[in-house]
């Protein structure tokens, strides 16, 4: 017996929640719309699923065991005060769940008790500090989202994110494209994006957008890093970030950003 090939993407989000649709794998209580929320992503060629959690009720796969708050995709979109938050979680995890890591018992053999107090009193003292400056840092941070926010409502149809990198007449071409592709089955659009090395995971509206950025901007390479992982892009950042990639047993955390003219485009082929 074969087991399915474990390439891919596998990768945490953390974001506000953008409706109150989503449930929490956790507690099973819905997740209210702008409330702090971590995911699991798996994210393969043909699979896609998408575990959503309140950031208290969060689970860590064992594949994140030594992810750093960092490693979690679109943690640099949240105010600073949830970034430490988040971050307090994911340390708190990693050490109730995966307490027998031999590199934390070599840390503890070569510490006397009386200097990892000092550690700890002088991180406390560190977090106090920085989050009296996150403080006012927040608030700034604040008005900036809400202003995005309501850019965003002021437009009548859902933009796709990629629009942000887009000119007037590259909007108006890929609007035209999207009419087109409608008329097409989701299993024709899925194919069309396999003969180019595209991810076929999505609804339809979904397919149709990749296909026609595709067409436009042309197909965006895997990253050249380890050539595992397919970069995603950040529309507030303007920025693509590849999340890394599983590969045989462990997840290689990639998190190398590309400006939106680093990565290499490759002409769509049509079948
Ligand atoms: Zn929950
Ligand atoms: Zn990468």
Known sequence: MKLPSLEGDMFMTAAYAPSNRATCKGCYAKINKEELRLSNIVDEDHYHQEHHFHADCFQLKPAFKNATYKDIFHVENLSKADQEKVKAILEKLQKSEFKKKPQQKKQIQNQNKVNQKKIIDEDYKNTKKQSKK?????????TIKKKSESSQNESDDEESDVFVLYDKAQKEEFRKIQKELEKKSAGQLKQMLKANDQKQTGNKGELIERIADCMIKGCLEKCPNFSGGRPKFNPIQKIFKCPGYMDDTEFRFCNKVFGPKDLKR????DV
Request: hydrophobic share 40%; proline share 8%; aromatic share 8%.
């Open 134 to 142: 996150v403080e006012k840092k927040e608030k700034k941070l604040e």
């Open 266 to 269: 490759i002409p769509w082929i």
